[in-house]
């Protein structure tokens, strides 16, 4: 009697179904009530302030641009897709603890995110993001979840079939597991 082999657990169907169910809730999923409830807690500016504030205006300004104001500016210089792509791949990083070539990959999919190559590039140019950590947060579900070895953890995390962190990456997950 030969023994049933069992399929790795990223090539059943029930696990897709719950990556695209969790894909679409972080899509769907906004922050509408964001700039009301700023606006409630922000606190009431006294006389001194507002005094102080004019006498700064009054003063001959120097041509200082502020670093938010010159983000801006930068950012109206990328297309809307540049920066959606961008949206989400800080979304898959920080949501999902997706690998860099996870995300380049999901971004560029026809089956995922289908953007251009070039808005794809931009986003992982410009994402801000611990990718050693979100090695760790995967090493960590596989470990807990699925109660993995570390070898196989390892080899889950740097396969181009599972999460794709580099080798160095997953080193960091396995070395820093409880």
């Known amino acids: 009697m030969t023994a049933k082999k069992k399929k790795p657990f990223y090539k059943r169907w029930w ?28 606190p009431a500016v006294s006389d001194a302030v507002v005094e102080e504030q004019e ?3 009054e003063k001959p300004e120097e041509k200082k641009e502020e670093p ?3 983000e ?9 897709e540049h920066k959606a792509a961008l949206n989400k791949a800080e ?23 289908n953007f251009p190559e070039d808005a794809a590039e931009y ?11 979100n090695a760790l947060n995967k090493a960590k579900i ?3 979840e699925m109660d993995m070895s570390n070898d196989a953890i ?13 080798e160095e990456e997953a080193q960091y997950a396995i070395d820093n597991l409880e």
């Open 15 to 42: 696990v897709w179904l719950i990556l695209v169910v969790v894909i679409i809730a972080i899509a769907t999923s906004g922050d509408d009530d964001k700039g009301k409830d700023e606006a409630a807690e922000e």
């Open 55 to 57: 006498v700064e205006e």
């Open 68 to 70: 938010e104001e010159a």
């Open 72 to 80: 801006k500016e930068k950012n109206d210089d990328v297309p809307r």
């Open 91 to 113: 979304t898959y990083a920080n949501t999902m603890h997706m690998s860099k070539a996870a995300i380049y990959d999901q971004l560029i999919s026809e089956y995922g995110e």
């Open 123 to 133: 986003a992982m140019n410009n994402i801000e993001a611990d990718w050693k950590e």
């Open 142 to 144: 596989y470990a807990e």
């Open 154 to 166: 390892f080899d889950q995390l740097i396969s181009e079939h599972g999460e794709q962190f580099t």
